[in-house]
């Protein structure tokens, strides 16, 4: 399945990289993604890497995180940077099937466990 990693805690302006080991998903079949879910509040999305390799942010993402793949490794990764006490959550790795009738990514509903990101102020 997926298996998220890299998380921990760091202080504000500081960076950590993610990684999910995503054997099977690294292919034109799947989209991937990263979502995150602070506590006590709804999981929200963060960024999608699609079956074309197109990347997509969420705003308070944007010009921050970084969203790619290593086809080798079979992981997805996010780099995260300039973090803020914002930043704090569980952040899950998701796939999607491919819908190959509209050529969209389908509904993530490939879930791993988390990780959890603390950024202190």
């Known amino acids: 399945q997926l298996l998220e990693s890299g998380g921990g805690s760091v202080p504000a302006g500081g960076s950590l990289r993610l990684s999910c080991a995503a054997p099977?998903?690294?292919?034109?079949?799947?989209?991937l993604a990263w979502y995150r879910q602070p506590e006590g509040k709804e999981r929200e999305w963060v960024s999608t890497l699609t079956f074309t390799d197109k990347t997509s942010y969420a705003d308070f993402a944007k010009g921050r995180f970084t969203i790619s793949n290593d086809n080798a490794k079979k992981t997805l990764s996010l780099q995260m940077n300039s973090l803020n006490s914002g930043d704090t959550a569980l952040y899950y790795c998701?796939?999607?099937?491919?819908?190959?009738?509209?050529?969209?990514?389908?509904?993530?509903?490939?879930w791993g466990q988390g990780t959890q990101v603390t950024v202190s102020s």
């Open positions: 998701a796939a999607a099937p491919r819908d190959w009738v509209t050529g969209r990514c389908s509904t993530f509903d490939i």
């Open positions: 099977g998903y690294i292919d034109s079949e799947y989209c």
